[in-house]
């Protein structure tokens, strides 16, 4: 428990930030837990648990507000389970889950430097497209222990398929039924979550209520964004050269 103790802060911090933007925070979740050296075994099983609880937060709270998306959400979800629970099967070798977990990490943190686009001139989202992508999110999304949010998001932006608050309303389900289905591919994982669980849930479900709360009522995305992708890249950087 003491181990964790001094991790409390930092995801809370994530989880709050995530929240605001409809994603469950696993991406951040990881990023503190390999600045901290967390075994790899660990680290999955814990940022998919915490992102069902914040997502989950975030699907009820964005969805109340009004800005959910059945026709969106659907095609990417349908074939992003059955890809997840695939993802979630398979172990892949140590070296080779960091490299992947550090190039989404990177592309976390390149995504939240970059201005959000304006939400004008929106195009209908082609749906082959949206049954591909879905597959690909998916399996990346169980490989390494995230719920896709990191993904989707920044997809449906920069192809002005919606809105921001759109595109968080249909990320934040998104992220909890891939996550769901990553755990469900490796059930046994469950045995390696730290004895600490219940504080860093708790820690994460109030701090995604804050900021899923926020984020769902006001239109702008957390200033501290760019404090956040420096974390995620330090990390990156971390698994890269250790």
């Not at 605001?20 to 814990?46: C, E, R």
């Not at 504080?199 to 900021?211: D, E, Q, R, S």
């Amino acid at each position: 428990m003491a181990d964790w103790a001094y991790l409390i802060l930092p995801l809370f911090v994530v989880a709050v930030l995530y929240g605001a933007v409809g994603h469950g925070g696993a991406s951040g979740y990881l990023a503190v837990m390999a600045l901290a050296g967390i075994a790899p075994a660990v680290m999955k099983p814990t940022a998919l648990t915490l992102n069902l609880a914040v997502s989950l937060i975030g699907t009820v709270l964005f969805f109340r507000a009004g800005h959910f998306a059945w026709r969106l959400f659907w095609p990417f979800a349908v074939t992003s389970i059955p890809f997840a629970f695939l993802g979630g099967r398979l172990d892949l070798p140590t070296h080779v889950f960091k490299l992947l977990l550090a190039l989404a990490l990177a592309f976390a943190a390149l995504r939240l430097l970059l201005p959000s686009p304006k939400s004008t001139d929106l195009r209908a989202a082609p749906f082959v497209w949206l049954l591909i992508a879905g597959a690909i999110m998916g399996l990346v999304s169980g490989l390494i222990g995230v719920g896709g949010g990191i993904f989707l998001t920044p997809l449906i932006l920069l192809a002005r398929w919606s809105d921001t608050k759109t595109a968080a309303a249909v990320s934040a389900p998104f992220i909890f039924v891939n996550s769901a289905a990553g755990l469900a591919g490796n059930p046994s994982s469950l045995h390696n979550l730290p004895s600490a669980w219940p504080l860093l849930a708790l820690t994460v479900v109030i701090g995604g209520f804050i900021g899923a709360r926020w984020g769902s009522i006001n239109a702008r995305a957390p200033q501290l964004r760019p404090a956040l992708a420096i974390v995620l890249g330090i990390a990156s950087l971390k698994l890269v050269i250790t």
